[in-house]
């Protein structure tokens, strides 16, 4: 594994390149150069890390099959969802299996990590919620199954180890309607006045609320969201919307209409394609916080207020299936699962409606013996 060094054209620097041979998918035999290594230690490791990426055993190390299993789902997942994927693998996953290879991550390593995450706790003694625990358990065994599949990996240990977290909140963080006016009274920004009551009487994603231009405001009081805005490697793009579903058309109370025909009237020489809210999730995420702060009421994320938007209309006794369409849910069930919690007294009321409408009936009928 050869590393060759060469110098600049000050004269003075000297740096090292890899050079070599290797084989690629289809059996032929290719030439790989990459110049720029400070070290020779980091050329020869280029050369390694390339090499191991393309070997189709379980000798590969993690962190090269994490790099393999990235490439392969990015032509099936959105760039967020990679974004998000490669964040969480980088910060949770990496550190404790980057150098092992594949093949000698067993049960008890799986369990001493798993172990480890359960135990943290942040600057503020606050540890990982049941469901992000649940979350990045669950990447680190679709990494394992995709060894398992591509790799010749036997056992995928993440299943003998057992999972952790949990796939539902026990509670769910949300504002009422009079916690948001408490919190909404304290911001001085109208923009962001009006971005944050959108996300609670409408129940958008705050992508789709990024994405929302002009032309997406309709006359009949309504929001076409047919896109989504993202930061993906600090290059802001709009994509198309999460799934197919998520194509839909949102109404919305005439009041929250004019404010935000007043919004764009105030922009000047905007186009009818051009964004009208210019900030993005970080700026809205602390700026959520600071208002809580101020208002003196619980911390919510900007994502909770999609969820206070679906707990007031199942409050105000919306169908599940209406608001599983408003809120542009892949199915019924992806509802059910997230908001049927908050249906707890149902089966009550149902009973009592039906006693009410029958009881008298059924009271006054004498019973007879089979």
Not at 168 to 176: H, S
Not at 293 to 315: T, Y
Request: glycine share 4%; hydrophobic share 35%.
């Amino acid at each position: 594994m050869p590393a060759y060094k060469y110098t600049l054209k000050d004269g003075k620097t000297v740096k090292w390149y890899a050079n070599f041979y290797y084989t690629d998918w289809t059996g032929e035999k290719k030439h790989a150069c990459k110049r720029g290594f400070s070290t020779q230690r980091e050329a020869k490791e280029y050369e390694r890390s390339f090499k191991d990426q393309l070997r189709k055993n379980t000798d590969i190390e993690f962190s090269s099959l994490v790099e393999n299993y990235l490439e392969d789902m990015s032509h099936r997942l959105k760039v967020t969802t990679i974004s998000s994927k490669r964040h969480m693998i980088d910060t949770k996953l990496i550190p404790y299996f980057g150098k092992l290879k594949v093949c000698d991550i067993d049960t008890i390593a799986i369990r001493k990590w798993q172990n480890s995450l359960m135990e943290y706790e942040d600057d503020n003694g606050k540890p990982y919620s049941q469901t992000y625990l649940k979350t990045i358990n669950n990447q680190m065994s679709a990494i394992m199954n995709y060894a398992a599949n591509h790799y010749g990996l036997a056992v995928n240990p993440c299943r003998a180890a057992g999972s952790i977290g949990k796939s539902k909140a026990e509670e769910m963080n949300i504002w009422t309607k009079e916690e948001f006016d408490e919190v909404i009274s304290h911001e001085k920004k109208s923009p962001y006045k009006l971005a944050f009551s959108i996300l609670f009487y409408s129940g958008i994603r705050e992508g789709e609320l990024l994405a929302l231009t002009p032309e997406d405001i309709l006359p009949s009081m309504q929001l076409n969201i047919c896109k989504t805005f993202a930061v993906v490697d600090g290059e802001q793009v709009t994509l198309t919307p999460k799934t197919n579903r998520s194509k839909r058309i949102v109404a919305i109370p005439e009041f929250l209409y004019n404010e935000i025909e007043e919004h764009i009237s105030k922009l000047y020489g905007i186009k009818k394609n051009d964004r009208i809210f210019m900030f993005t999730k970080s700026s809205l995420i602390g700026e959520i916080k600071t208002l809580a702060a101020k208002a003196g009421v619980k911390q919510i994320r900007v994502h909770d207020l999609r969820h206070s938007h679906a707990s007031m209309l199942i409050n105000m006794g919306f169908d599940i299936l209406e608001i599983s369409r408003r809120l542009g849910h892949e199915s019924v069930k992806t509802t059910m699962d997230t908001y049927g919690h908050l249906y707890p007294d149902k089966d009550v009321k149902l009973a009592s409606r039906l006693n009410e409408a029958f009881g008298n009936d059924v009271n006054n009928d004498p019973v007879t013996s089979p």
